[in-house]
């Protein structure tokens, strides 16, 4: 089959001075490849069905003149293929056009894109951004090997069936929920946008591909819960430690990663006169400003001289986050809580439990949290309304 060949005017990114680039678009056997040919030509002055700049003016025969010798290099290049008995597509053509010797491959940009993160730690990444990436390069391996047979895959062949293999086999092999899926996605697409910056791709394929999410159901404790667990007489020492950090994380709506770096210069005084926690968020680098609540110094004065926080320079005796969450799966069940306790459950204890229904304004809350957008935060207020519906539920009349 022929190669065929087409100029065509892209009116939807015309310049300031009216003039619109000139695409040429490639097609052979089903496959295409449009590229732009960095001419640029006045709308007016187009011939759709020439696919060629009308007039006999010098400035219409020397585009011209360009756009033919676009199209013969592209048959040249294409002669060439021919004339080795090789197999090849208009991804090879495009290549030998535009003067790129090899293909470049999904898992070689995870590669690229991790390099720039790791350089750029505590300059607007956080190492845990690049260990969630570590872990998407490998699901993504392991999606080559298992279901391709391969240890890479060339950029030009990611379509909407790679894609939707990948998601399927997320969700089948790992059991991830369509929220977990959802990140390795968010993860791969942002590789993707680096492959088209640096002009391996024309546009990501996650462009016919709609990833979804779910509303997650964020957990939280109750008044109630909250004091059987700090009431609770626990004789083990580490589970008992876990128990204070928990409690603090929930007086304070600090995250896991904000906690296990407190240190002392992290603790000041306000303007109120009072002891406040103003730091830095891990996640994102927005400030917290945190007034100390009176349980909550409680709890750092009886670790002030712990022998771990001393030779650390930290606060708390803080664990992996792993292991807090697993000594919090023992505490719920000998506080006989039948949730699921993680740190992050104390995160939202403190924006339910101890701000809104206590009447804490919403804005303040986002600002302690140190949310980037109102929305986030007004996730935990759609909780408190789906409570409020649960609880009127229950009322009976007459």
Not at 25 to 50: A, H, P, Y
Not at 298 to 309: A, E, G, T
Not at 327 to 352: P, Q, W
Request: with cysteine; charged share 25%; aromatic share 10%.
């Amino acid at each position: 089959m022929r190669i065929t060949i087409a100029f065509l005017l892209k009116k939807s990114k015309k310049r300031e001075d009216r003039t619109c680039p000139v695409y040429v678009r490639f097609t052979l056997n089903g496959k295409r490849v449009e590229l732009s040919t960095k001419i640029f030509v006045d709308q007016n002055s187009w011939d759709i069905s020439k696919e060629r700049m009308t007039g006999s003016s010098s400035l219409a025969k020397t585009t011209n003149n360009r756009l033919d010798k676009v199209a013969s290099n592209i048959l040249d290049i294409y002669n060439q293929f021919e004339a080795q008995n090789k197999k090849f597509d208009v991804v090879d053509i495009k290549n030998k056009l535009c003067g790129i010797e090899e293909e470049h491959g999904i898992v070689e940009m995870f590669g690229v894109y991790m390099n720039t993160i790791e350089s750029n730690i505590g300059k607007g990444f956080s190492a845990t951004t690049l260990k969630h990436y570590k872990t998407s390069k490998n699901r993504l391996l392991n999606f080559l090997s298992d279901v391709y047979g391969k240890k890479e895959w060339n950029l030009s062949n990611i379509g909407y069936k790679f894609i939707n293999d990948f998601d399927v086999y997320l969700k089948s092999k790992y059991k991830n929920s369509v929220n977990t899926a959802w990140c390795y996605h968010k993860h791969m697409k942002k590789v993707l946008n680096i492959a088209v910056a640096m002009d391996y791709l024309s546009t990501n394929p996650y462009i016919k591909f709609q990833v979804k999410t779910e509303q997650p159901k964020r957990e939280f404790l109750t008044q109630k819960e909250l004091k059987k667990i700090r009431k609770k007489e626990i004789e083990i020492e580490r589970l008992a430690i876990v128990r204070d950090i928990f409690l603090f994380a929930c007086y304070t709506g600090l995250s896991y990663a904000d906690i296990s770096k407190l240190a002392k210069q992290h603790i000041r005084t306000g303007n109120d006169g009072n002891k406040w926690i103003i730091i830095d968020r891990t996640k994102n680098g927005s400030r917290c400003r945190v007034p100390l609540l009176p349980a909550a110094k409680n709890i750092l004065k009886r670790y002030k001289n712990y022998p771990i926080n001393v030779s650390k320079g930290l606060l708390l005796p803080v664990n992996s986050n792993q292991k807090m969450n697993a000594y919090l799966k023992e505490i719920a069940d000998i506080c006989g809580i039948k949730k699921n306790l993680s740190m992050h459950v104390a995160r939202h204890t403190f924006a339910t439990t101890i701000t809104l229904t206590n009447g804490v304004p919403i804005e303040t809350v986002s600002k302690i949290l140190g949310h980037s957008s109102l929305k986030t935060t007004q996730i935990y207020a759609r909780i408190l309304d789906c409570k409020i519906s649960e609880d009127m539920q229950k009322v009976k009349i007459g």
